[in-house]
Antibody, heavy 118, light 107 residues
Framework: QVQLVESGGGVVQPGRSLRLSCAASGFIFSHHGMNWVRQAPGKGLEWVAN????????YYADSVKGRFTISRDDSENTLYLQMNSLRVEDTAMYYC???????????WGQGTLVTVSS | EIVLTQSPATLSLSPGESATLSCRASQSVSSSLAWYQQKPGQAPRLLIYDASNRATGIPARFSGSGSGTDFTLTISSLEPEDFAVYYC?????????FGQGTKVGIK
């Protein structure tokens, strides 16, 4: 069955960097676009970034544009989120989600928690 | 950017009652709208896509309707496991924000 497992979260100081990973299994990874979605403590869902199945296009929320980079390694079935210049407001649970039908998120990981604090 | 506004913010109902949740888009998204359910401590789950199509394994008591700017998620007879937060999201353009959510709580 489809499985998405995020890792790489932790506590980091403002201005520092962190890279999240999402290991995918149970499906043909290269056939699907992928997304990162985050949720600040006690808040709603915020779409963060998307990458097409072939890696040719990436899209970002305005709140992370220029600071975060989404990428993928199809040989490792892994999705990444490089987060630079982290801010306190980036504190959230970060989920990866599989994309079907160009924008429908049918499978989600359990998330990895990022805390940005001095 | 297309903004999605959900109402009400909170709905207090009893098991067996029906729930009607609304999602309004700031401009037309055609039928490109999905609904997700999230329970505390869990990842979101896809319920409905393209306004009215139930995702795999979703019970028939969940139904979606609407097009353009106004959408509705209806839960026909609430089961105990349906008390959760529900989010809408469009895929009409970039970026693809979620609505702010509607919490369906037990009365």
């Amino acid at each position: 069955q489809v499985q998405l497992v995020e890792s790489g979260g932790g506590v980091v100081q403002p201005g520092r960097s962190l890279r999240l990973s999402c290991a995918a299994s149970g499906f043909i990874f290269s056939h699907h676009g992928m997304n990162w979605v985050r949720q600040a403590p006690g808040k709603g869902l915020e779409w963060v970034a998307n990458i097409w199945n072939d890696g040719s296009k990436q899209y970002y929320a305005d709140s992370v544009k220029g600071r975060f980079t989404i990428s993928r390694d199809d040989s490792e079935n892994t999705l990444y989120l490089q987060m630079n210049s982290l801010r306190v407001e980036d504190t959230a649970m970060y989920y990866c989600a599989r994309d079907v039908y160009n924008g429908v998120f049918d499978s989600w990981g359990q998330g990895t928690l990022v805390t940005v604090s001095s | 950017e297309i903004v999605l506004t959900q109402s009400p913010a909170t709905l207090s109902l009893s098991p067996g009652e029906s729930a009607t949740l609304s999602c309004r888009a700031s401009q037309s998204v055609s039928s490109s709208l999905a609904w997700y359910q999230q329970k505390p401590g869990q990842a979101p789950r896809l319920l409905i896509y393209d306004a009215s199509n139930r995702a795999t394994g979703i019970p028939a008591r969940f139904s979606g309707s609407g097009s353009g700017t106004d959408f509705t998620l209806t839960i026909s007879s609430l089961e105990p496991e349906d008390f959760a937060v529900y989010y809408c999201q469009h895929r009409s353009d970039w970026p693809r924000p979620f609505g702010q959510g509607t919490k369906v709580g037990i009365k």
